[in-house]
Each structure stands twice: as C-alpha cells, then as structure tokens.
C-alpha cells in the first residue's frame, strides 16, 4: 500500500507541475485577454486543481462512498483529458519560439516595419496556437456530455452464437440472456430503466444469467428498482451471482454485524425478485430428461484490491456427470488465474465488472478501451483451448454517469452442439 500511495502522489505532483507549465503558457501567450491575466481565473484554476488532487488523494487513502469517489474521478479525469488535448499545442509553440530564438542568433537583425505598415501575421502564431488547443480542449468535454446525454440508458442488444461440442440435443438452439453489472445506486431514470428491461424480454431467452454487482455499495439502492428488476423472468430460471461492489466493501459501517445485514438484505433482494442465487454453489437444468450444470461462484478477482471470495471447489462438487458446465463469476481475471489452468471442465465462463470502462470504441469486428491495459479480457467472446469466456460490458454505469462507445449491453446467445464451423478445418 506504501508503494502504491507513494506512486499516487509521485503523478499527482507531476499533475500539478503540468498545471504550472499550462498557466503560465496562457498568460504569456494571451496577454490581451483580461479574464486570462486576471486574478479570477488564477484563483478559480487553481482552487479546481488542487481541491481535485486532493480529492484524488482521500480517494485512496479514505473510505469515502461510491458516489463521491465517482464524483471527483469524473471531475478530476474530465479536466485531465482537457488538459491533455490542450498540452501539444503550448509545447509545439514553445519549440516554435525556442527555434525562432535561435535562429535569431545566428542571424543579423532583421528592419522593423515602419508603424504604418502592417505586420506579415494578422494574428500571432503564438496566439494562433493556444487558441486552437483551447477549441481541442473542449472535445473531451462535448463527447463525454454527449455520452451523458445519449449513451447511458441507449441499451443495445449483442447476439452471440456459442457452440459446446458436449450439449446435450435437448438444449441444441436454446437462447440464453445475459445481463451484469447493475449498479441500481447510480440510476436516476426510472422509465429508461424499465425500456432496457423489456428489451432484454422482448427476445423471449429461455433463461438468465446475472453475473454480478446489483448494487454501487449498499443494498437499500435497490428499494426503488426492485419491481422493475422482478419482471426480468425466463422460462428456466434466472441465474445470479455476487460482485465486488455487492459485499459492501466500500461503504463505512459501525460494526461487522451491520455489514453482515446488508449482505443479508441483498441476498433477499435476489429471493424477491425470484433469481436463484449462487453462492459457490451449482444447479442442474433439466430439459426433457437431459442436463446441464450452471455454476456460480462469490467474487473472484485477480487484482489485489478486489476480494477473492469465490470457491471453485465447492461450486464444482456432484458436477462431474454433467456433460456441460456453464459458470457465473463475476471478474473475469478469474478465467485466465484459476478456471482455465484448474477447471478444464468447465466448458464456458460468464463474466461482466469491466464496464469497458464504458468509453472506447466497439463494433462487429473491433474493439478498444484504455481498459485493456488492465484486463487482457474485457469485452466480448474469447476462446482458449476447449473453454471460452464472454464478458458483457454491463447494464448500468458508475462514476461517470454516461457511455461514449461503450454502451450498456444486453446479450443473447444461442447454444448450439457440436464444434464451432468456422474453427473447423
């Protein structure tokens, strides 16, 4: 933890050394604007950039709630990504100037123009170019107010044939929907809500899975989106499974006992809403007389600051006369650490938590977010050997209350037997 706080505050000087290199850019170059020059602007720049870093300090140190570190993380990365698009172009007008300086040097004074003839440039190069990176600045802040504005709730149906060389004929062609990632504590669109639970229904799946993270940190965020969530039903069941964010691990308690209750009244929550919770734990799903296993495991997650609750030992037990085994965990580090060199049997993992850090670009055949950097599975089907694993980029949102290229998923598979005809021969 030293390390990592150590390294935290190391980029937040470096933040603030930058920020030092931008005002003073401004005021040299825009020495004819009055807000610019003035004090207003010094205290206001000021003040937003170290409340900010500050902010992104008791983040980590504090144990504040969800909804104030997804404040100042929105704040603080918007700004970032301002300043960021804003930085070429002071540093290209200072290699500009520093090479104008030196050429100077080695060259004899040019005449000035007489004061009744105009100046070669109408505007100043200089000028010119911080005015042009104050235009690239304002990018991040229209695509991330439009990501607010329409990509949030803009609920997209993704539709996945999935091949399972060991399915039993009785489930050849059935539809499984899959949703993760609720985050109900960040909603504020009852009706929005609502639409994307009716498209999810809408395609008639024969069953459901819901891999984790009904709520931000608390259960009692689900009181007003209980109902909506109770009509997500299916003929065979709907499956669920626990994320990191449901254990109330980032919220402050008085007590163990309280935080136990909460973990308590969420797992009611699933009981209310009629979905079969997994706890480490499998179900046999039966279709004229053949079966199949779906597990479910507590959170798993590879990265140390998420919990490693999940118990593959116990989810596998009385499973191995089943000819296929379909699994509920929620972080999909999970796959890669322990599923595929320890549970061969395990023929398919489902996974969300990434949200693909709902911004990137998505599309039939490509894909990319900052995310990957992180999770070398993020979005999407992957395959490795005989097993697979398909991570849906989430339901809901958190911090950042919107999308931009990301959007909010719902997903339908078809089970199919036999080997995947495009990977033969």
């Known amino acids: 933890m030293e390390g990592h706080g150590l390294t935290i505050i190391l980029i937040c000087i470096g933040l603030l050394l930058a920020d030092v290199y931008i005002s003073n850019g401004l005021r040299s170059t825009l020495k004819k604007s009055r807000f610019i020059q003035g004090r207003t602007f010094q205290i206001g720049y000021w003040?937003?950039?170290?409340?900010?870093?500050?902010?992104?300090?008791?983040?980590?140190?504090?144990?504040?709630?969800?909804?104030?570190?997804?404040?100042?993380?929105?704040?603080?990365?918007?700004?970032?990504?301002?300043?960021?698009?804003?930085?070429?172009?002071?540093?290209?007008?200072?290699?500009?100037?520093?090479?104008?300086?030196?050429?100077?040097?080695?060259?004899?004074?040019?005449?000035?123009?007489p004061a009744s003839q105009p100046k070669p440039d109408a505007i100043p190069r200089s000028e010119f170019l911080i005015k042009a990176g104050l235009i690239a600045a304002t990018l991040p802040l229209a695509g991330l107010s439009y990501g607010i504005i329409n990509g949030v709730y803009n609920y997209r149906v993704r539709r996945r044939t999935v091949y399972l060389p060991n399915l039993p004929k009785k489930f050849d062609g059935i539809r499984l929907g899959q949703i993760s990632d609720i985050h109900s504590g960040s909603f504020y669109n009852k009706k929005a809500v609502l639409g994307g639970v009716e498209l999810l229904l809408g395609e008639k799946p024969d069953f459901i899975f819901f891999t984790g993270d009904l709520v931000n940190a608390q259960s009692n965020e689900m009181r007003e989106y209980q109902d909506i969530f109770?009509?997500?039903?299916?003929?065979?069941?709907?499956?669920?499974?626990?994320?990191?964010?449901?254990?109330?691990?980032?919220?402050?308690?008085?007590?163990?006992?309280?935080?136990?209750?909460?973990l308590d009244d969420l797992k009611t929550t699933h009981k209310n809403m009629g979905w079969d919770l997994l706890m480490n734990d499998n179900r046999r799903l039966k279709v004229d007389g053949e079966e199949i296993g779906i597990l479910g495991i507590e959170?798993?997650?590879?990265?140390?600051?998420?919990?490693?609750?999940?118990?593959?030992?116990?989810?596998?037990?009385?499973?191995?006369?089943?000819?296929?085994?379909?699994?509920?965990?929620?972080?999909?580090?999970?796959?890669?650490?322990?599923?595929?060199?320890?549970?061969?049997?395990?023929?398919?993992?489902?996974?969300?938590?990434?949200?693909?850090?709902?911004?990137?670009?998505?599309?039939?055949?490509?894909?990319?977010?900052?995310?990957?950097?992180?999770y070398k599975e993020w979005a999407g089907l992957y395959h490795e050997g005989n097993q697979q694993l398909y991570v849906n980029v989430g339901y809901g949102f958190l911090g950042y209350p919107g999308r931009v290229g990301i959007l909010p998923e719902i997903t339908i598979f078809e089970l199919r037997s036999g080997n995947d005809p495009k990977k033969v021969g």
């Open 47 to 113: 003040a937003i950039s170290v409340l900010l870093v500050i902010g992104l300090i008791a983040s980590v140190f504090i144990k504040f709630s969800v909804g104030f570190k997804g404040a100042v993380l929105l704040l603080f990365f918007l700004l970032l990504a301002c300043k960021v698009c804003f930085l070429p172009f002071i540093l290209v007008d200072d290699i500009r100037r520093l090479t104008l300086s030196i050429a100077r040097k080695r060259k004899k004074e040019e005449p000035e123009f």
């Open 299 to 374: 959170n798993w997650g590879l990265l140390s600051r998420f919990p490693k609750y999940g118990r593959m030992d116990l989810a596998v037990q009385n499973t191995d006369d089943l000819p296929v085994k379909l699994l509920l965990s929620h972080d999909p580090s999970h796959w890669q650490a322990q599923v595929v060199p320890n549970y061969p049997q395990i023929d398919m993992m489902f996974s969300g938590h990434t949200h693909g850090m709902q911004f990137g670009v998505q599309t039939e055949h490509f894909q990319w977010s900052p995310i990957q950097f992180v």
């Open 230 to 262: 109770a009509k997500v039903k299916a003929p065979l069941g709907v499956y669920s499974t626990l994320g990191n964010h449901d254990y109330g691990d980032y919220s402050w308690w008085p007590d163990a006992a309280a935080k136990k209750k909460n």
